[in-house]
């Protein structure tokens, strides 16, 4: 059994002092009997990550802090890159690699995620692989061809072990931000398709392990509907991350379908 991961990315929102008083009141609300069902991570922007974690280390919550975006490179030439060692010796125990936006309007490549993601298992952190379909994708071309094709391509050339340890978020770019979720069925469908992929890959026992997200306009009123769903171990929140009410929803109702004792 798969232990669910809610992780939350505030893509470029919250400055320092406004992570810090979000991750605050994610802590002054949060029942930690949560933790022993789902496991949580926000990914503020770089500059927020050491902050809001010295605020959940200091109330003793074993929230995760991870980044949002890394460079493969271990340092150099880079400007504006931050590296794996960076981000790892600011606490980040999980990365982002590929989320659409960064595909979208930085013109990252299937390759280039591969990279990252190879270098953000070499340091020892979590990458979470973001792979998804545009709606002309979906309804003009083969959905599950295209992602299962992301999916390979960021995989390509790590081990089995190592492929246990990713985790890989389904976020079709049509419902990312514009409030239209993807029905629990669409969302199970290639959520188990990639899981296939994975157990075709690299074996039915690493897939598994694998967990696999979903993303694209979650909220209060659909997580249930999603988290149920036999393939779907979590989701990759935006918007309703932003506020702890919400967050802390969506962790409640991750943790009340989750059975206890699952594998890490
Ligand atoms: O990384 C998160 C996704 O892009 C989903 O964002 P959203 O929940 O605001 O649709």
Known sequence: MRIPLIAGNWKMNLGIAEGVVLSQNICNNFDKSWLDRVDVLVCPPAIGLRPCLTVFEFERLKV???????????????????????????????????????RNLFGETNEQVNLKLRAVLAQGMTPIACVGESLAVREGHDPVEYVCAQVDAALAGIDEAEAARCVIAYEPVWAIGTGRTATPE????????????????????????????????????????????PDIDGALVGGASLEASSFLALIKACASHAGAGGTR
Not at 85 to 101: K, N, Q, W
């Open 64 to 102: 995760q802090v991870g980044a949002q975006n890394v460079h493969w490179q271990p340092q150099g030439a880079y400007t504006g890159e931050l590296s794996c060692d960076m981000l790892a010796s600011a606490g980040c125990t999980a990365v982002i690699v590929g989320h659409s936006e960064r």
């Open 186 to 229: 669409q969302a199970q469908q290639m959520c188990a398709a990639i899981r296939a992929l994975v157990a075709d890959r690299f074996g039915s026992d690493v897939a598994e392990q694998v967990r696999v997200l979903y993303g694209g306009s979650v909220n209060v009123g659909n997580i249930d509907a999603l988290i149920v769903q």
